[in-house]
């Protein structure tokens, strides 16, 4: 079992739409959970960040944490085309803070 | 402006032959990593380096090496044991006055081996 899961889509959602993203993990020590967003051909950007169960809310973008169900979340509400981009949900190793578990994306397209 | 840079953003290659990958940021970061990405799929780590001349494998250091003789600078070389070499790298660092996991990362580099 992969310590991280996550949907490779891809996902299309017409513009307006909220959108939900989605990662299990198998571990339940993860205790940061991050969410990036990597347009094509670019490098990733830290998009969120969240240390507990719980929401948390950045615009329109909000992470949600279910620790007891080992479930991550983001939503993107009023999604527009430019949230067009690959998301990756990261944890950082249990083991060493400094190395990060990444998903392997889910492809997103909003489409106009 | 602060970040990480990696040159080149397009490199090509013959197959046999060793080609080294630049990764330079001015974060003031102590960790400093390289991951790979094939089409589909998501980040996997070669290796990665807390701090200045000491670095560590990832989950595929095999075919590349690293050296980490100043806190800027990270480079990657793709060796011809490299079994398929062709990919996107990506570089990332950590630390400095942020959270030690937050990984910022540059442009990438997308290397082509024929």
Request: hydrophobic share 25%; with cysteine.
């Amino acid at each position: 079992q992969k310590e991280v899961e996550q949907d490779p889509g891809p996902l299309s959602v017409p513009e307006g739409a909220i959108v939900s993203l989605n990662c299990t993990y198998s571990n339940s020590a993860f205790q940061y959970f991050m969410w990036y967003r990597q347009y094509s051909r670019k490098g990733p950007e830290l998009l969120m960040y969240t240390y507990s169960s719980g929401n948390k809310e950045d615009g329109r973008f909000t992470a949600q944490v279910d620790k007891s169900s080992k479930y991550i979340s983001l939503f993107i509400r009023d999604s527009q085309p430019s949230d067009s981009a690959t998301y990756l949900c990261a944890l950082p190793g249990y083991s060493s803070a400094s190395k990060i578990i990444f998903g392997s994306g889910t492809r997103l397209s909003i489409r106009p | 402006d602060g970040g990480i840079t990696q040159s080149p953003k397009y490199l090509f290659r013959k197959e046999g032959q060793n080609v080294t990958l630049s990764c330079e940021q001015n974060l003031n970061h102590d960790a400093m990593y390289w991951y790979r990405q094939d089409p589909g799929q998501g980040l996997r780590l070669i290796y990665y380096s807390q701090i200045v001349n000491d670095f560590q494998k990832g989950d595929i250091a095999e075919g590349y090496s690293v050296s980490r003789e100043k806190k800027e600078s990270f480079p990657l070389t793709v060796t011809s044991a490299q079994k398929n070499p062709t990919a996107f790298y990506l570089c990332a660092s950590s630390g400095g006055t942020g959270q030690l996991y937050e990984q910022y990362f540059g442009p990438g580099t997308r290397l082509t081996v024929t």
